[in-house]
């Protein structure tokens, strides 16, 4: 079967590292292990959520807690990312709105703030 990676013969011998980001939905981990169990190799599935619940339910192995950047840190981030476009002030007002929303996480600001920065070019 072919996809934009190759075919599954070219995969085989790699190791996988599958990320979930915003993960709001109880999911089946075990189905998503049976779709590579069978090339026998080492992977990792990380699951990232802001429910714990979620995470709790789904039965899995090792829950790390990430804390979130304060508001300051996250208004940082982003305009380190961001750059020169955020001296232009209608700009600001919008992206500071923005990284508000991101309620702190990491992920989802240097997406947002990346985002911002195409648009500028």
């Not at 979930?20 to 939905?25: A, F, I, R, S």
């Not at 300051?72 to 919008?94: C, K, R, Y």
Request: with cysteine; net charge negative.
């Amino acid at each position: 079967m072919e996809n934009d990676w190759g075919t599954f013969e070219e995969l085989q011998g790699m190791k996988y590292l599958i990320l979930l980001d915003e993960v709001c939905h109880i999911i089946d981990p075990d189905k998503i292990i049976m779709g590579i169990q069978n090339n026998q190799n080492d992977f990792k599935v990380i699951i990232a959520s802001r429910y714990h619940r979620v995470c709790y339910d789904m039965g899995l192995h090792e829950l790390s807690l990430v804390e979130g950047l304060s508001p300051d840190d996250a208004w940082n981030m982003f305009q380190a990312t961001v750059g020169h476009l955020l001296s232009f002030p209608s700009i600001e007002s919008i992206a500071k709105e923005v990284v508000k929303e991101c309620d702190g996480s990491r992920l989802l600001i240097d997406k947002v703030a990346r985002t911002f920065r195409k648009k500028g070019r």
